[in-house]
């Protein structure tokens, strides 16, 4: 196979990926279900409300991958969100049970082609890098055996009455300018401040968390944050890609919380269709996005901070 021939293969490859992921996306919204809020709780999931982490490393995954393996462990009825690949089982002294099919994960990266690197020798200029995505295989926790005792236990969800407090005090950690009144809840990038109306004005009190977790992550994208683009106008794709970072940045944090996720627009999944439709790659964009808000908002917890630490220390 020749150089030209072998990169055109890739390039199908990575192309087919981002069309895998974005049709099964497309295919969950058009049904009527967000795959970010997936039904917790319910009997169609056995595993407790929580972000899935790698066994081995201990690290949460981020981005898209949080959105297939939260859809893997509904589909099967995993009963925990703990993953390790086929090599990391027999690592820790256990395998993979014969017979069980993995879940396709990415790794997203950028590379710079041969003749990307010559042409910008030539011409002086910068070198432009190709994104590309890696499909690599984990397991559930469950589909294994033989695995250490604190690799296959599943941790209690929260206690309700200790989820409320940790939205208020991460809203007063962020130090973004968080204002409680009126009848609509929004975010003005222009004077930077939130505004969400007062809890009563709620019929699940809840719900008035979940609100401000997705306010808050639109303030993540402030020029002074992470500094995402807001010049879309109501009913422009630019406006609902943003909206799209926000509601997945909200179910994020409510997983890591403990609260059980909702859509907050699910007027607005028309034009994510639209979105999703016109460019494969959205998704995935977005949902890193929303990895990087929900990050950014997250590290205001102390107990998720000191979290943070272990997990490096034990990396």
Same mark, same amino acid.
């Given at each position: 196979?020749?150089?030209?021939?072998?990169?055109?293969?890739?390039?199908?490859?990575?192309?087919?990926?981002?069309?895998?992921?974005?049709?099964?996306?497309?295919?969950?919204?058009?049904?009527?279900?967000?795959?970010?809020?997936?039904?917790?709780?319910?009997?169609?999931?056995?595993? !407790?409300? $929580?972000? !899935?982490?790698?066994?081995? /490393?201990?690290?949460?995954?981020?981005?898209?991958?949080?959105?297939?393996?939260?859809?893997? *462990?509904?589909?099967?009825?995993?009963?925990?969100?703990?993953?390790?690949?086929?090599?990391? =089982?027999?690592?820790?002294?256990?395998?993979?049970?014969?017979?069980?099919?993995?879940?396709? *994960?990415?790794?997203? %990266?950028?590379?710079? !082609?041969?003749?990307?690197?010559?042409?910008?020798?030539?011409?002086?200029?910068?070198?432009?890098?190709?994104?590309? +995505?890696?499909?690599?295989?984990?397991?559930?926790?469950?589909? #294994?055996?033989?695995? !250490?005792? %604190? *690799?296959?236990?599943? $941790?209690?969800?929260?206690?309700?009455?200790?989820?409320?407090?940790?939205?208020? =005090?991460?809203?007063?950690?962020?130090?973004?300018?968080?204002?409680?009144?009126?009848? @609509? =809840?929004?975010?003005?990038?222009?004077?930077?401040?939130?505004?969400?109306?007062?809890?009563?004005?709620?019929?699940?009190?809840?719900?008035?968390?979940?609100?401000?977790?997705?306010? +808050?992550?639109?303030? /993540?994208?402030?020029?002074?944050?992470?500094? @995402? %683009?807001?010049?879309?106008?109501?009913?422009?794709?630019?406006?609902?890609?943003?909206?799209?970072?926000?509601?997945?940045?909200?179910?994020? #944090?409510?997983?890591?919380?403990?609260?059980?996720?909702?859509? @907050?627009?699910?007027?607005?999944?028309?034009?994510?269709?639209?979105?999703?439709?016109? %460019?494969?790659?959205?998704? *995935?964009?977005?949902?890193?996005?929303?990895?990087?808000?929900?990050?950014?908002?997250?590290?205001?917890?102390?107990?998720?901070?000191?979290?943070?630490?272990?997990? @490096?220390?034990?990396?």
């Amino acid at each position: 196979m020749s150089r030209n021939t072998a990169r055109a293969s890739a390039g199908s490859d990575r192309s087919n990926l981002y069309d895998d992921i974005t049709n099964k996306i497309i295919g969950e919204l058009e049904a009527g279900r967000v795959p970010w809020v997936q039904p917790w709780g319910t009997a169609a999931s056995k595993a !407790p409300l $929580a972000m !899935p982490k790698n066994a081995a /490393t201990r690290r949460q995954y981020s981005g898209i991958n949080v959105l297939i393996l939260w859809g893997s *462990v509904i589909e099967h009825g995993f009963p925990g969100q703990s993953w390790l690949t086929f090599r990391q =089982a027999l690592a820790l002294g256990g395998n993979v049970r014969k017979g069980e099919h993995g879940t396709t *994960v990415v790794y997203a %990266d950028r590379f710079v !082609p041969d003749d990307e690197r010559k042409r910008a020798r030539e011409t002086g200029e910068d070198a432009q890098a190709i994104p590309f +995505l890696k499909r690599f295989t984990v397991f559930n926790a469950a589909q #294994c055996e033989g695995l !250490p005792q %604190d *690799v296959t236990i599943v $941790a209690p969800p929260p206690l309700p009455g200790l989820i409320e407090p940790k939205v208020e =005090a991460l809203i007063k950690a962020t130090g973004i300018d968080f204002r409680i009144g009126g009848n @609509r =809840a929004f975010y003005v990038p222009a004077h930077d401040y939130v505004q969400v109306p007062p809890p009563q004005a709620y019929f699940e009190p809840i719900n008035w968390h979940r609100t401000a977790l997705h306010e +808050l992550g639109h303030a /993540t994208g402030h020029a002074s944050r992470l500094n @995402r %683009d807001f010049s879309g106008s109501f009913g422009t794709k630019k406006y609902a890609f943003e909206e799209l970072i926000a509601e997945m940045n909200a179910a994020f #944090c409510c997983a890591s919380l403990g609260i059980t996720p909702t859509v @907050r627009h699910a007027d607005y999944i028309g034009s994510w269709l639209e979105v999703l439709r016109e %460019d494969n790659r959205a998704i *995935v964009r977005a949902a890193s996005q929303a990895s990087k808000a929900a990050d950014y908002l997250l590290r205001f917890l102390p107990d998720h901070v000191a979290s943070q630490d272990d997990q @490096r220390d034990a990396a």
